[in-house]
Each structure stands twice: as structure tokens, then as C-alpha cells.
């Protein structure tokens, strides 16, 4: 695998950093956050989709913030 000079440079400077043990952890490293970030990325992909669905479907609040918090104010505590 070839990173190019500017990663190998990248790579190196963390592991002279203490952070890292060896590139190998560096590479892990930046896999994992890769991967959470696609999974955090198709969560919210997926709530834009079932927004716009609902937007679609005519399941829409004419509410603003103030009514939204008028109505939350109003509620009574659970007991």
C-alpha cells in the first residue's frame, strides 16, 4: 500500500508524537473514525429521507418555536 509522501509524512509525524505505537495504529485509527463517521452520516441521511417522506405525505406542523414550547410549558409533570 502506498500512502504518498505527504501521508507517510503525516503518519510518522503521530507516531513521533507518542500517540501512536507505529503507523499500523495510525491507519486503524483513521479507519474507525472513518467508519463512524459513515455511520453517523447515513443515520442523518436517513432522518432527511423520513423527513422529506413526511413532508410529502402531508404530515407537516404549521407550529412555531414559541407554540412548541407554549406547549411543553403547558404540560403537566408526570406524577
Known amino acids: 500500500m502506498s ?3 505527504a501521508w507517510e509524512r503525516y503518519v510518522a509525524e ?13 491507519v486503524r485509527d483513521a479507519l474507525r473514525r472513518q467508519q ?3 455511520i453517523k ?4 441521511q436517513a432522518d432527511l429521507r423520513r423527513g422529506r417522506e413526511s413532508v410529502e ?3 407537516v406542523s404549521r407550529a412555531g418555536p414559541e407554540d412548541i414550547i407554549e406547549k411543553a410549558k ?3 409533570p408526570a406524577a
Open 3 to 5: 500512502l504518498g509522501k
Open 41 to 44: 452520516l447515513e443515520a442523518l
Open 57 to 59: 405525505a402531508g404530515r
Open 14 to 26: 503521530q507516531v513521533e508524537s507518542g500517540l501512536f505505537n507505529n503507523a499500523s495504529e495510525v
Open 36 to 38: 463512524e463517521h459513515l
Open 74 to 76: 403547558s404540560r403537566k
